[in-house]
């Protein structure tokens, strides 16, 4: 399987779980209405833990591009692999956007409240403060990235770039544990295609009382991760060249 394909399939499955289990909690008349925020950030990590263990042998399974950021940032990734990681994952975001919808949709027609519709595609603030929704996607993400970092292996120990079917797990508890902890503010998209893919998705679809796409907030979900893991690689690097000194 090519890294394309398998970053459009890792990331379709990603938000076909991942809007799957936000629109069972919040649409109306599901099996799942209303059973909360532990379901959604447990639905998250699953969501998160069965595309890695399938496609990390094809691609390190990133299906985020805050991370294949990061991993160029460190070293661990070539510049000329970048548009083919990021071509699948913003496709395969939108694109499981989309099952969502074909899923759920009789429960989109009968959901009447905007916010909720919006809510099964993309993330928007509990408390609309542009500099803090942006720390909070920043700070989200660079514990994201720095923690695949190190899972990924630091360059000092000459170890693989890329994440392995193993790694699942790990990779599943960082992310239900950022949403447990930290995704109170924002919703904790740390992941700008699944953010801005679904958005687009939200903005086409002919949903009945759907109301705008929040356009104006978009950008947060978007800058904010990268500016994490940016910061997440540097910090990395920094301290690999630490242990270096060390271990010499």
């Known amino acids: 399987m090519s890294i394309f394909l398998a970053e459009l399939l890792g990331t379709t499955i990603l938000m ?26 447990l639905g998250w990590a699953i969501a998160v833990f069965i595309p890695v263990f399938i496609v990390a042998p094809f691609s390190g399974a990133h299906i985020n591009p805050a991370v294949t950021v990061g991993l160029f940032m460190s070293g661990k990734l070539e510049a000329g692999l970048i548009p083919t990681y990021f071509a699948g994952q913003f496709l395969g975001a939108a694109l499981g956007a989309l099952l969502v919808w074909i899923m759920y949709r009789p429960h989109f027609d009968l959901t009447k409240d905007p916010g909720l519709i919006r809510a099964a595609f993309c993330t928007d603030p509990a408390v609309r ?7 909070s996607e920043i700070i989200g993400t660079f514990v994201l990235v720095f923690s695949v970092l190190y899972i990924t292996g630091a360059t000092f120990n000459g170890a693989s770039a890329s994440l392995g079917s193993l790694d699942a797990l790990p990779v599943a508890l960082i992310v239900l544990g950022i949403g447990l902890s930290l995704g109170g503010t924002t919703g904790y998209a740390i992941n700008p295609a699944r953010d801005l893919g679904p958005r687009i998705i939200h903005a086409i679809l002919p949903i009945s009382n759907k109301g705008d796409s929040d356009w104006n907030y978009a950008w947060i979900p978007v800058v904010g991760p990268f500016i994490g893991a940016v910061m997440a690689a540097g910090l990395f690097l920094a301290a690999s060249g630490t242990l270096e000194k060390v271990s010499g």
């Open 16 to 41: 076909l779980l991942g809007n799957g289990v936000v629109a069972n909690v919040v649409l109306d008349q599901t099996k799942g209405k209303d059973s909360g925020w532990i379901v959604i950030t």
């Open 129 to 135: 403060n542009p500099l803090n929704n942006l720390i």
